[in-house]
């Protein structure tokens, strides 16, 4: 499963960025191979400065070695090798239109003194932060993570649209960072679903990432806007600043475990502002989104 995932994560790190700089048409992504001290290593893709895209990075590691004891504590483990695989990926478009989108697929093997695997989980998930609300859009991209998920199981839609409300919410400004999606973690084998069937879903879920979004892209890219709607994309960039640093597991872990730094902090946007106690104007598209955030929406 370790090598069968491994190859999943290299394929699709190829046909999302190849898909981003057609979309893009100007800008290309820069491929940067690191290695890990601790053991293992990756594959940062990076893009700047497009015409479609601001900031982009679609990110594999592969890092394995021994984890910290907060690390072990975190997961309530006792055994201290690990294997963790994943792809995760952040786009900043530059057109205050068009969504941030987030998403992660990653699979992560524990093992006991003998080398043995004694613990394996799939996780990941998907999620759509819009700095101008079109209901539409948001309708889409859960549309497409409800159709890939009925495939597999139809609870798994209405609970991991849930456990992704639930996660990403900015508990110290009480509201959630976008219009939400899917994730799931520690998806194990148990008596309804094998090991095979996680990581068929999980699969299904990272090839469908591309039909969930451009559409999106496509449809936004060309829209006119004006210096306000840039300062308030920027201003509501700062609120997915603060969710990463401080919420963020992903962000923690690879932290916690000495991650690449220049890997771990390509999720953040390379323009952002925050200015104190900003109040959108009432009934506007700007109050529209923040009161929207305030409590998780069925979109479809």
């Given at each position: 499963?370790?090598?069968?995932?491994?190859?999943?994560?290299?394929?699709?790190?190829?046909?999302?960025?190849?898909?981003?700089?057609?979309?893009?048409?100007?800008?290309?992504?820069?491929?940067?191979?690191?290695?890990?001290?601790?053991?293992?290593?990756?594959?940062?893709?990076?893009?700047?400065?497009?015409?479609?895209?601001?900031?982009?990075?679609?990110?594999?590691?592969?890092?394995?070695?021994?984890?910290?004891?907060?690390?072990?504590?975190?997961?309530?483990?006792?055994?201290?090798s690990?294997?963790?695989?994943?792809?995760?990926?952040?786009?900043?478009?530059?057109?205050?239109?068009v969504?941030?989108?987030?998403?992660?697929?990653?699979y992560?093997?524990?093992?006991?003194?003998?080398?043995?695997?004694?613990?394996?989980?799939?996780?990941?998930?998907?999620?759509?932060?819009?700095?101008?609300?079109?209901?539409?859009?948001?309708?889409?991209?859960?549309?497409?993570?409800?159709?890939?998920?009925?495939?597999?199981d139809?609870?798994?839609?209405?609970?991991?649209?849930?456990?992704?409300?639930?996660y990403?919410?900015?508990?110290?400004?009480?509201?959630?960072?976008?219009?939400?999606?899917?994730?799931?973690?520690?998806?194990?084998?148990?008596?309804?679903?094998?090991?095979?069937?996680?990581?068929?879903?999980?699969?299904?879920?990272?090839?469908?990432?591309?039909?969930?979004?451009?559409?999106?892209?496509?449809?936004?890219?060309?829209?006119?806007?004006?210096?306000?709607?840039?300062?308030?994309?920027?201003?509501?960039?700062?609120?997915?600043?603060?969710?990463?640093?401080?919420?963020?597991?992903?962000?923690?872990?690879?932290?916690?475990?000495?991650?690449?730094?220049?890997?771990?902090?390509?999720?953040?946007?390379?323009?952002?502002?925050?200015?104190?106690?900003?109040?959108?104007?009432?009934?506007?598209?700007?109050?529209?989104?923040v009161?929207?955030?305030?409590?998780?929406?069925?979109?479809?």
């Amino acid at each position: 499963m370790k090598s069968e995932f491994s190859a999943f994560i290299d394929s699709l790190q190829n046909e999302i960025t190849s898909a981003l700089e057609k979309v893009d048409g100007k800008a290309t992504f820069i491929q940067d191979n690191w290695e890990r001290p601790g053991g293992g290593g990756g594959q940062s893709r990076i893009m700047q400065n497009g015409a479609v895209f601001e900031k982009g990075g679609v990110n594999v590691s592969k890092v394995n070695g021994t984890l910290p004891d907060s690390m072990k504590a975190y997961l309530k483990v006792d055994h201290g090798s690990f294997f963790a695989c994943g792809l995760s990926l952040v786009i900043h478009p530059k057109n205050p239109f068009v969504p941030t989108v987030h998403a992660n697929y990653r699979y992560f093997e524990l093992y006991d003194e003998q080398g043995e695997v004694v613990d394996q989980w799939f996780g990941g998930g998907q999620d759509l932060t819009p700095y101008y609300l079109f209901d539409d859009d948001a309708a889409h991209f859960h549309q497409e993570s409800k159709t890939v998920c009925d495939r597999h199981d139809k609870t798994f839609y209405p609970k991991y649209k849930e456990q992704c409300d639930r996660y990403f919410w900015n508990t110290h400004r009480d509201e959630a960072r976008g219009v939400g999606g899917l994730f799931f973690d520690y998806c194990r084998p148990n008596e309804k679903h094998s090991l095979q069937q996680w990581y068929d879903f999980v699969t299904d879920v990272g090839r469908s990432f591309l039909k969930g979004y451009l559409p999106i892209v496509e449809k936004r890219k060309k829209t006119p806007y004006k210096q306000p709607h840039r300062q308030w994309q920027e201003l509501r960039r700062g609120r997915y600043v603060e969710f990463n640093l401080i919420h963020d597991k992903g962000t923690l872990f690879g932290l916690k475990t000495k991650g690449r730094i220049e890997s771990i902090l390509m999720s953040l946007p390379p323009v952002v502002q925050w200015h104190y106690n900003v109040e959108p104007t009432p009934e506007s598209d700007e109050a529209r989104l923040v009161s929207v955030l305030k409590k998780p929406v069925n979109w479809i």
